[in-house]
């Protein structure tokens, strides 16, 4: 029977409810497939903070390193918001990306031809969408330095740098370009090249790797512009690949063309090995949502979208992943439906429900 070691961090606020029905789905899925799914539990986030005094620790890090994947939840809350606090629960998440060398991060939007009224855009504008979002995880904004905060004779004063290499540029358009030519051969590559040296750099590079790539199509936006064909023509987009504060933004915002973040799954991707599988830490990109935290409305669809992201990509299991999907796909389409996702008519359940009733459709 074949094993695989998993890291589970279900983190904070609605984190370990999601999580909970995805292992209750890949239960099932290894009981479906002759799997053996090996599970070691962290505890990260403003749970790590409150138990351990950091959001990460070196053990789990360490964890993290020795698996095949790692499954998180959610980070944040508002009982450790306080902005001049030394630690906080994001630490968790960006400390686990560099550690692992995370790059890469993959963000699937795809409209439900059954869910085209749950939008706040019109039917029309959303049918036929299907694209991913990739947004470059290790350098921009976040991390660029100096980075620092000071007081001056005028006032305070703030400073971040906004700074990208050629090597980060070149592997986040290979992995853009690679994932193209499995789907429809078009990638949208968003900079703001007319003001950001940074822009005219990463245009630059586009379309030298581009050229690696014939038989892929390769457009440019500037982010302002992007912002709005999102909203204007989200359909004839298929790969778009971006910077990591753009990528940040754009993203949230592709994530309402589905009707609710509830739905939207995440991968974070680094060194892939020649089968094309390697670590990556999977994730919904709706957050901890603490004031629906343990009341059973939390959408689990994202956390467990995220794990059949893992099993193909991590793993290896592309049979097992499009089970899970169909498996959605079907709860869906049988008029089960979160709050979040509730249209009129739907048969609206919780939490736990949901994860039910997609594993029962797993077979």
């Known amino acids: 029977m074949p094993s695989f070691k998993i890291l589970v961090t279900p983190g904070d606020g609605i984190g370990p409810e999601v999580m909970e029905e995805a292992l209750k789905t890949l239960g099932r899925v290894q009981r479906m497939f002759g799997h053996e799914f090996e599970y070691d539990e962290e505890t990260i986030g403003g749970a ?16 993290a390193k020795a698996s095949r994947a790692v499954l998180f939840g959610a980070v944040g809350g508002p009982k450790w918001d306080d902005p001049k606090a030394i630690v906080r629960p994001e630490d968790a998440i960006l400390g686990m990306r560099k550690q692992l060398g995370l790059f890469a991060n993959l963000r699937p939007v795809r409209v439900h031809p059954l869910m085209l009224s749950d939008s706040t855009l019109k039917p029309e504008v959303l049918e036929g969408t299907d694209m991913v979002v990739i947004r470059e995880l290790t350098g921009g904004l976040y991390f660029g330095q100096p980075k620092k905060r000071w007081e001056s ?12 290499s050629e090597k980060e540029i070149v592997r986040i358009m ?8 499995q789907r429809r051969k078009k990638v949208t590559s968003v900079d703001k090249a007319n003001v950001l040296r ?9 379309v030298e790797v581009g050229k690696e790539y014939p038989d892929v199509a390769l457009e440019h936006l500037l982010v302002d512009a992007a912002a709005m064909q999102l909203l204007r ?10 910077e990591n504060m753009f990528g940040d933004i754009l993203t949230d915002e592709a994530a309402m063309l589905a009707g609710s973040m509830g739905m939207m799954p995440s991968a974070s991707l680094g060194k892939r090995r020649k089968d094309g599988t390697g670590i990556g830490l999977y994730e919904p990109i709706h957050g901890s949502a ?10 689990p669809l994202a956390m467990i ?19 899970i999907e169909e498996a959605v796909d079907a709860a869906i389409r049988d008029g089960y439906r979160t709050p979040d996702i509730a249209g009129t008519g739907a048969h609206v ?3 736990t429900k949901m994860g039910d009733l997609v594993a029962e459709r797993l077979g």
Do not use: C
């Open 48 to 63: 790590g903070i409150d138990k351990y005094g950091v959001a990460l620790r070196p053990e789990t890090v360490a964890k």
């Open 153 to 164: 004779a005028s006032g305070r004063q703030g400073v971040d740098t906004l700074r990208y």
């Open 174 to 181: 290979h992995v853009a370009f690679q994932l193209a030519r």
């Open 198 to 206: 940074t822009g005219q750099l990463w245009r630059e590079i586009a």
């Open 233 to 242: 023509r989200p359909a004839s987009f298929d790969v778009m690949v971006t």
């Open 290 to 299: 603490p004031d629906i935290a343990g009341q059973g409305k939390a959408n």
């Open 305 to 323: 979208l995220s794990a059949a992201m893992m099993l193909r990509l991590s793993l290896g299991l592309e049979a097992e992943a499009a089970a």
């Open 349 to 351: 359940v919780n939490t």
